[in-house]
Nanobody, 122 residues
Framework: VQLQASGGGLVQAGGSLRLSCAAS????????MGWFRQAPGKEREFVAA????????YYADSVKGRFTISRDNGKNTVYLQMNSLKPEDTAVYYC????????????????WGKGTLVTVSS
């Protein structure tokens, strides 16, 4: 499956952004989806994940209550709504897809999209 993330940009602290990740090539609803991020000099880290139906979601503690992951299987797209952004949220954000398990770890992910840069200014 091919993944294309979009929606990144520059925002002030306290602001909001909505990331999108459009999938193509395979049956989107067969895939667990997730978002990861990687800040300069740091390892890629888990942000949020969603089940194939969208009925279950999972979040890193650092974003819980501020970020919301959702998906539209009719549009083959997964979203990440980011509110109350902080400078420490600055990173390249990647979407990920896996056919077999919930996407909560970077290792073993089946497919990665190219990242989209989010910069939060203080």
């Amino acid at each position: 499956v091919q993944l294309q993330a979009s929606g990144g940009g520059l925002v002030q602290a306290g602001g909001s952004l909505r990331l999108s990740c459009a999938a193509s090539g395979r049956t989107f609803s067969n895939y667990f989806m997730g978002w990861f991020r990687q800040a300069p000099g740091k390892e890629r880290e888990f942000v949020a994940a969603i089940s194939r139906s969208g009925g279950s979601t999972y979040y890193a503690d650092s974003v819980k209550g501020r970020f919301t992951i959702s998906r539209d299987n009719g549009k083959n797209t997964v979203y990440l709504q980011m509110n109350s952004l902080k400078p420490e949220d600055t990173a390249v954000y990647y979407c990920a897809a896996d056919q077999h398990s919930t996407v909560v770890a970077a290792t073993g992910v089946d497919y990665w999209g190219k990242g989209t840069l989010v910069t939060v200014s203080s």
